[in-house]
């Protein structure tokens, strides 16, 4: 291992990270000396690791759950995009110096792109407005939909991200209360699961009722592939998408940050396929 470039990724828990598993396999594809770990960090350490980075030389990191706003404070810089949504899960180290990106958005893009989802002029719906709502309504955001709705247990938290973000002409309510939820939830074209609900169980986030002809349902949970929220999406004729591709895609730009060349999505989705 000795002479290695070192990347990896922080978080507490780490015990079921697909990172290594992706990287890695492009390391090894293009004969790279480079080498991915795992660096499972408890939140009152952040500080001390970001310093055993820069002493270590470590040319990079990627930054999870609890860890994308905490690590910002030790930062040398952090991009725009990052900045706004208020959370970071790439650093780039350059000769000391760190850097802090936001590659969950761009992600989430590539995954639309790739399906060929254009949301400019639709009904959005988003459920949830934690962490992981934050790059997604910057993103959902950026394509300029003719109506956006967030639907959140909890509204102080709803408003936050709205005033956070800047977003504009956005409609929130509390998702528990079903009063008009489901004319919404009937009028969208594209709905989006952004929150843990379904990752351990087999609960949905919210009970669909009436879809909308073609309309397209989306789960960042991407274990199970298919969540009892997608089954029951997917029962009511819609298209439907998990967040696997999420994933690849937002490691696939880390990892251009950090080495300047271009990643293997075959390479990665082969790799993961044998789990």
């Known amino acids: 291992m000795k002479g290695k470039v070192i990347t990896g990724i922080i978080g507490y828990p780490l015990s079921h990270t697909l990172s290594p598993v992706m990287h890695n396999a492009v390391y090894k594809k293009y004969g790279m000396d480079w080498v991915y770990k795992v660096f499972e960090t408890k939140p009152e350490d952040v500080g001390a690791f970001i310093k055993r980075l820069k002493k270590e030389k470590i040319r990079g990191i990627n930054v999870t759950i609890p ?10 810089r952090i991009d ?25 958005y761009l992600g989430f893009g590539e995954t639309l792109k790739k399906n060929k989802i254009k949301l400019n002029g639709k009904t959005v719906v988003m459920l949830g407005a934690g962490g992981a709502a934050h790059a997604l309504a910057y993103t959902i955001n950026l394509q300029k939909p003719a109506k956006f709705y967030m639907m959140n247990i909890d509204i102080p938290i709803t408003e936050r991200l709205i005033k956070k973000l800047k977003l504009k002409k956005v409609m929130y309510s509390d998702i528990s209360k079903t009063h008009e939820k489901d004319a919404i939830i009937a009028s969208a074209d594209f709905i989006i699961n952004a929150t843990s609900v379904g990752q351990h169980d087999n ?19 991407y274990n199970p592939a298919r969540t009892a929220f997608l089954k029951l999406a997917k029962r009511k004729g819609a298209k439907i998408l998990n967040g696997l591709d999420m994933l690849i895609y937002q490691g696939m730009h880390s990892f251009k940050l950090w080495t300047g060349r271009t990643s293997d999505y075959g390479t990665i989705k082969k790799a993961l396929n044998k789990l």
Request: no cysteine.
């Open 80 to 104: 725009k995009a990052a900045a706004v949504i208020g959370a970071v899960n790439t650093v780039v180290n350059k000769d000391g110096r760190l850097t802090g990106y936001n590659t969950d």
């Open 203 to 221: 609960n949905v986030p919210y009970n669909i009722g009436k879809l909308k002809k073609g309309a397209v349902v989306y789960d960042i949970i």
């Open 67 to 76: 860890h994308k706003h905490a690590v910002m404070p030790f930062l040398d």
